[in-house]
């Protein structure tokens, strides 16, 4: 058996793709473990090797690892009162 770490599968995010990530100001909440906003947005490029520049919903940019984005379906973060769109495949549909 080889030592060493083990290689995870880098996080390939495309241009338009729909993300995540917790970096907003911090939330009081009842313990001391210090918490952050979750903001959505969109991938606009890359900027670096598993860097992305992401411009969040709230109109602000930032360059950011992918680690620490979480990839989300389009359809997430939408407020009530934005019709869903409608399905065209089964797969969607699911989804919806």
């Given at each position: ?66 680690t620490i984005l979480k990839v989300e379906h389009m359809i997430a ?20």
């Amino acid at each position: 058996m080889e030592g060493g770490r083990r290689s995870a599968p880098q996080k390939c995010l495309a241009s338009n793709q729909r993300v995540s990530g917790a970096v907003g100001n911090f939330i009081e909440g009842p313990s001391k473990q210090r918490r952050r906003e979750r903001w959505f947005g969109h991938v606009l490029r890359a900027v670096g090797e598993k860097k992305y520049l992401i411009r969040f919903d709230n109109g602000e940019e930032k360059e950011l690892p992918s680690t620490i984005l979480k990839v989300e379906h389009m359809i997430a973060s939408l407020p009530p009162d934005v019709p869903l769109p409608n399905p065209v495949t089964a797969q969607e549909e699911a989804i919806l």
